[in-house]
């Protein structure tokens, strides 16, 4: 393996690593932008979205004619997956919300992050006391193909999270700025006041931001699933916390940033443990991370708000 | 409203963890066994996997007749979140119950060595099943027992098979930047450079990542003939498929963290054949003394954990010397386990050293063959 | 009141003589005193923290490497643990006062985070993840302590005591003034001739002082320290205890420390359950009183949604 080849394969998969943090680090953006939210839940939201896309292939499997179907088809299996995890992840992220952070919507902040606190701790645990504690494997719907060029490999998995990530960044983009739904989490998200006085069903718009994060979380669940063939209750805390400083490295409440601050975070992860060593690697992004904010106080793409005190 | 249903709500909860905590310890008199280890967390899983065997233990000598009679043998189960100062909370509970005698417990080295020193004070026989980590015994504590090897004991094994059999000098080591997999990554280290081995690289991945791929990468480059992995099974199926997908050629050779059928099932039969494991004891399936439990333990949970046939190990052991005191009294129940002389077990005969470690030493090596762990070898 | 509650906690080990009862409430002890320093720096100051772990974890090494290369006693271990915090707080303060709000938030968590990896890599010194053990338990005189939780709980009784009066002493001063305006509305601060870094920074090395002192504690108590103690989760819980309290509120901050220490313990009886239950516990808490169990009503208000933007 030449060094350029190194380089390459490193950047390839730093880049579908990265198109997992960004999925997640979307979700975190649009409820950060639209009430200002740390939203702590967000991670196991997604990790519930992997046991989700779990359950849904486990489920197509065993049912004879679709089963069938979707062996024959394994593409449409995918998307079956995809859709049944997100929109369970939809269902979550609105029960969520309605039960643990509407009724606080006039309380201080910080009540509000240690809630999102609180709601982690249930739902990891809950994920454990029903599926159980152990690792779980999930099976492959897609053939496992590779592409070689001399030494560097690209797995198709690879291409299809690069897709799918982008797709729906640049979907999302779409209905923030180019639909009437898009307009009205703008609005409530300059000034909810305002925003309720126009005639916003604010409490609405709020519900269905945290659905559509919630549903991006489980693509992005399904995603990590399949890549890495092996999940864990626990693999919420770890890749949202990543997921969460891709979304704060890029601008937090910009939907290009959380792609941006994804893909960098996969590339600085990657090519830290490459040239440096594995164990630096977190020093080096949080350091990368530190040294961003303190150039620039909102992110690479973040634009100035509202100064809170 | 909204405050008064929540503050119910909140009074109901707290009213039931109170009565629960309360609770125990009625009816018939109780003669209870402490358990601790990993029931929440990141570790969770090997932390019930050992609950199970420890439960287990109980409920066969409890269904076979009273062990003390009049008593009604019970397992009081704590949480210690793999946190030391949470495992030392949980010994000091367990010491200020007078109801128990001995005490099973605690997965990890870095937990066990604290809470090792609360028993000790309070007298109570310490009966440990897996924290490999040499530094725990030499306390000097006489109330300790230990019925796993020590990481001193299958770093050198690993490495003789390594360099002898397999034929490695240069070798790449990775752990998992555990109190575990550091001290028998370490261990591991002394011993193949001892042996004239060279060590390419040292380096840590942090427990509940899963993509490994870019120091994967590194090591293809670097081109060792042996990789050599001190951690957890889930990690290392993602190493092994990650390995396997990067077609490196290095042989894999790891722990006894390892020793899982997970691990196959997780990585894939595929990339998981013909990586190395180094085991404390010999295969518990192909035990002969062991058959029945494994036949009961998987009637009963389904999954047999790596762990289980140790903590269910060493909850007989417990068993067996409060049969030997007859009553519910701790220096008793210590007495009789010093003066036990050997113990027959699934795992084999221990005698226990003066340190309080089995002398049960074997370290099986296995490796992996068509989705199956097959035993090659045994040392010590 | 006071006098009678404090009569109370130091005859209690005599009163209660179940050594887990002790050690629980010195435990609560511990997470009262981080709970004491964080609320300087996020209530009084208004610097949402999200490493403070970091300055516990500088604390408790300080005082083990002390102790085991130089046989430094615990009495002196104090204070250098103290000073050590104190100017890791101020220092990496530095870089962090210059980004706001939740940003803040998120470099102290990367503060945090960047402590606990470099503590866990540099195993020449730090022990790695083994950690470092043999640490040496206090002594008065020719009276050691050892396991025995009561000494312990009787030091860690003092220490909260006398910060929380320092912290009290604090808010009343010229400086607890300075913050509470610095909170409230920075720019306005500013231009009344506040020097609102100074200020920050001082709320910084305070706060990191006091968790540099519970370290010291922590260390020496368990006699062993490795790196898992230190995690994101610990400030997380930490944080959760000074809002839970009452943001700003000494007595809220004790009295939070207390409630998320004593409510796990009491779950033990549900062992798998437990977790699942403490984060339910948690949502109910804050639904019932959002403001905390003792918040300032001036907080509350401060902290209501988003003020008119300026």
Known sequence: MSPGEFFLQQFINGLAIGSIYALIALGYTMVYGIIQLINFAHGEIFMAGAYLGLAAILLIGSIGPIGAAAGAAPALSLVLTILTAAAGCALLGLAVERVAYRPLRQAPKLSVLITAIGVSFFLQNAV??????QDRYVPPLLPVLHARIGSVTVTLMQGIVLAVSLMLMMGLQGIVYGTALGRAMRATAQDPLAARLMGIPVNRIIAV?????????GVGGVLFGLTYSTINFHDGYLTGLKAFTAAVLGGIGNIPGAMLGGLLLGFLEGFAAAYLS???????????????????????????????? | MRRTASTRLLVASVAIALTMGAGCGKGQPVIKIGFAGPLTGDQAAQGTDMLHGAELAVDQAAAAGPIVPGLRVELAALDDARNPAMAVSVAKRLAADPNVVAVVGHLNSSCTKPASAIYHEAGVLHVNPVSSNPEISRQGFDNFFRICPTDDLQGPAAARFAMERLGARRIFVIDDLTTYGRGLANEFIKAARGRGAEILGHEGITQGEKDFTPLLIKVKMINPELIYFAGMFPEAALLLKQRFALQIPAHFLGGDGLFEPTLIDLAGAEAAEGAYVTT????????????DFVRAFEAKYGHLGAYSSYSYEATRIVLEAIRRAGRKDRPAVLAAMQQMKSYSGILGTHTFDSKGDTTLRTIGIYTIKGGRFEFLEASG | MRTAILVVLISLPFIDRNPYHVEVLTTAGLYALLALGLNLIVGFAGLLHLGYAAFFAIGAYTYALLNLRAGCPFWLGLPVSMATAGVAGVLLGLPAVRVRGDYLAIVTLGFGEIVRIVVTNLEPWTGGPNGLLGIAHPSIGSFRFGVDSRPYYWL?????EGTAWACARLRRSRIGLAWVALREDELAARCLGVDTTRLKLIALGLGGGIAGVAGCFFAAKQGTVTPDSFDFILSVMILAMVILGGLGSVRGAILGAAVLTIVPELLQGFSSY?????????????????QGLLGLAQIRRELRGRRAAA
């Open chain 1, 278 to 309: 594995t164990q630096w690697k977190n020093v080096v992004a949080f350091t990368v991370l530190v040294l961003v904010l303190i150039l620039r106080p909102r992110g690479l793409l973040g634009e100035r708000v509202a100064e809170r005190a």
């Open chain 3, 156 to 160: 860690i009784l003092l220490l909260v």
């Open chain 3, 274 to 290: 437990r977790m699942l239950l403490f984060g339910a516990l948690m949502v109910v808490l804050m639904q019932a009183r959002p």
């Open chain 1, 128 to 133: 454990m006391l029903s599926f159980g504690a």
């Open chain 2, 280 to 291: 404390l004891g010999g295969d518990i399936r192909q035990a002969p003394a062991a058959g």
């Open chain 1, 209 to 217: 931001t945290f659905a559509m994060g919630s549903a991006l979380a």
